[in-house]
């Protein structure tokens, strides 16, 4: 019986348990209405959706909080306060309870009703809503609280621009209690980050020239220095500043060449400092050479400012990876010392700095001490789970053992999972097709919970092979770690056979598509990539073609099709970067043509190489894709489970010719 009949049977006073066909039809009768609501609050027919709401009440239909939290919604905008209370009432403790009490905040902050925002916030769970966070942080300083340092971190940690932290922003510029040179570096940071509407929003805060020259700088940044940046008062350097970051995002060299000539000696010491260090993370982003110097340039001027820089955390991660690059080992320990305090424990920059210490320490005692310092470091963050972790371990040569297998979930335990009305609801959307709804749900449903609660409600996801949750939620455990709930092997006489056949590694396979799709049949991502794989139509065309297989559209979600077309594109690749794993992941996320330009330039370790991949989504995946690969060598029982010897020799030029063209790429 599938989750949405079984959790019908459960959920529908005086209905039989029996699976039975009548049971199933009615089941997916059930699904089709909420099926027809949603279609309904897609369009926007507020009619049609009335209609059903009131059928799916007076049916008691498991998923009826969800058919009159989308009914309730197209009217957001004109209900009262006492209609969304009684609201709260029907569906207390519910995930649409606090999603409609993040959407009514929102807009009782838009209404300026302070008093009812006020009382609302209180019960307010999820607290992951920044714009709701600066309408709070608003009423504080309304009823005369000193919010300033709070708004601010939230304000220039905001990526894109909202009404309300806007709205905060303007009261408090107003008040006094932010400063010119707060919106200033809102600006720098939202043009560093390219977002056009934080970009317009910091402008207008700035006053009306400023907002005018931003507009100009914005769309034609050399233009605009030749013919109208000048230095002198502040607005003025502050835009030029905001020019040359433009430049420097299109061609670093132009800008240096611009800072060398006349900039740097125009600008006030932070800001040129801070042009500098933008240089050098457009350099580094494009892997030029030149990224070290320049970032070295940014930490001399700033040192003459005497007080701490406010670049941004993904600029200062850039200069140690510049300066990892290029080989300079007491620039990567300058840099990672520039990290904030939370950046500095990351694993990542934990493992560096120990690295760049035994580069670094000279011989003799004191040397001795520093590498014994270093061989601690790496011993505290060694661990079998992660990438990092897995490096470091392998470092010191400390052979890692899988976590031991928790004691097993009790009958109790099972049956509290089973029993869960939140679970129960996100299991009913996903079977009926509705997964994002569900998976907001079914997370909502994990906070709070004990490493045995989510083990449980691990395992009922991993019951019904939505392994997505199974994988996501076992992973939330901080003590109790079972490696059946985290790495999983579904499929496994199909996928160990077509990876043998077309000659590629099982367990490289495994850890692929455990990133690519968490074993979802039928996954399709926003680019039209499906399948277990999460292969690109063209690309499964064309791989098959060169293997001689027939090709159809709809075998795109085909189990075995989707695994022999998938394994035998990553062979392919895997072939053309002559059987470098870490290139291959990366030329499976972003395309053959992005690896090759990225392994241009210096001969570099390829654990370097996969961390200075440019883009934050591909970097992640090649990491997490090796760490799967060898903990699923580890499942397998497999020899090889060494990460160091899965990413392979140093990455640098290829002379040969590249078999797979752009125009083939994933």
């Known amino acids: 019986m599938s989750a949405l009949a079984l959790t019908l049977c459960l959920a529908i006073p005086g209905r039989a348990q029996a699976q039975t066909s009548a049971t199933t039809t009615a089941a997916i009768a059930q699904g089709s209405l909420v099926l027809d609501a949603h279609d309904a609050q897609r369009r926007k027919d507020r009619k049609r959706l009335a209609a059903i709401n009131e059928v799916a009440q007076a049916q008691r239909h498991p998923l009826a909080p969800w058919v009159d939290y989308w009914e309730l919604g197209l009217r957001l905008g004109e209900v009262s306060q006492p209609e969304v209370t009684a609201f709260y009432a029907r569906w207390t403790g519910s995930y649409v309870e606090d999603r409609l009490r993040n959407d009514w905040l929102l807009e009782l902050g838009r209404r300026r009703d302070w008093k009812n925002f006020a009382v609302d916030h209180q019960r307010y769970q999820m607290r992951d809503d920044r714009e709701v966070a600066c309408y709070a942080l608003l009423i504080e300083h309304l009823n005369g609280r000193n919010v300033t340092e709070q708004a601010r971190a939230n304000w220039l940690a905001q990526r894109d621009g909202d009404e309300g932290c806007h709205l905060l922003a303007s009261t408090l510029l107003e008040a006094k209690q932010f400063s010119a040179a707060d919106v200033w570096l809102k600006l720098r940071l939202s043009v560093e980050a390219q977002r056009p509407r934080a970009i317009k929003q910091a402008a207008s805060l700035a006053g009306r020239p400023a907002e005018l020259a931003v507009v100009e700088l914005q769309d034609n940044p050399s233009r605009y220095i030749s013919r109208k940046a000048k230095g002198g008062v502040r607005a003025h350097t502050e835009l030029a500043t905001l020019a040359l970051m433009r430049v420097a995002a299109n061609d670093p060299s ?151 297998t928790p004691s097993p979930l009790t009958p109790a335990e099972r049956g509290r999972a089973q029993a869960h009305a939140g679970l129960n609801s996100a299991l009913l959307l996903i079977d009926i097709g509705l997964r994002n709804e569900g998976v907001r749900e079914w997370n909502f449903s994990l906070a709070r919970m004990s490493d045995r609660e989510l083990r449980a409600a691990a395992q009922e996801a991993c019951d019904r092979e939505i392994w997505d949750r199974c994988i996501n939620t076992s992973e939330r455990t901080r003590v109790e770690v079972d490696i059946s709930q985290r790495f999983p092997t579904p499929h496994r006489r199909q996928l160990l056979a077509k990876s043998r056949e077309v000659g590629v590694d099982p367990a490289y396979v495994y850890g692929l598509i455990r990133q690519e799709s968490r074993f979802v049949m039928d996954a399709r991502s926003h680019v039209g990539a499906s399948g277990l794989m999460q292969v690109m139509p063209a690309t499964a065309r064309w791989t098959a073609k060169k293997i001689g297989a027939e090709f159809r559209p709809e075998l795109m979600t085909d189990r075995d099709f989707n695994i022999k077309i998938g394994a035998s594109y990553l062979k392919l690749v895997l072939d053309d970067f002559g059987g470098s794993m870490a290139m291959a992941a990366a030329a499976y996320n972003a395309g053959p043509g992005r690896p090759r330009r990225w392994r241009e330039g210096p001969v570099v370790e390829a654990a370097i190489w996969a961390e200075s991949i440019p883009f934050n989504e591909t970097r992640d995946y090649v990491k997490k894709v090796l760490t799967n690969s060898t903990l699923y060598a580890q499942v397998l029982g497999f020899e090889d489970v060494s990460l160091r010897a899965r990413l392979g020799q140093p990455i640098g030029p290829r002379e040969n010719s590249p078999t797979i063209t752009p125009a083939e790429q994933q």
């Open 254 to 404: 132009q800008a240096a060449e611009l800072m060398v000539r006349l900039w740097e000696a125009e600008l006030p010491v932070e800001l040129s400092a801070w042009t500098w260090a933008h240089i050098g993370r457009q350099a580094a982003f494009k892997l030029q050479p030149e990224a070290a110097a320049y970032f070295e340039r940014a930490a001399k001027l700033q040192a003459k400012h005497k007080q701490p820089p406010e670049w941004s955390s993904e600029t200062r991660v850039w200069a140690v990876r510049a300066a990892l690059r290029g080989g300079q080992w007491p620039q990567v320990l300058s840099a990672i010392a520039k990290l904030s305090e939370t950046d500095q424990a990351d694993p990542a920059w934990q493992f560096w700095r120990a690295r760049a210490l035994l580069a670094t320490a000279a011989d003799g005692a004191a040397g001795e001490q520093i590498r014994a310092q270093a061989r601690g470091s790496l011993l505290t963050i060694a661990s079998p789970m992660t990438f990092y972790g897995r490096l470091a371990a392998e470092e010191i040569g400390l052979a890692l053992q899988l976590p031991p």
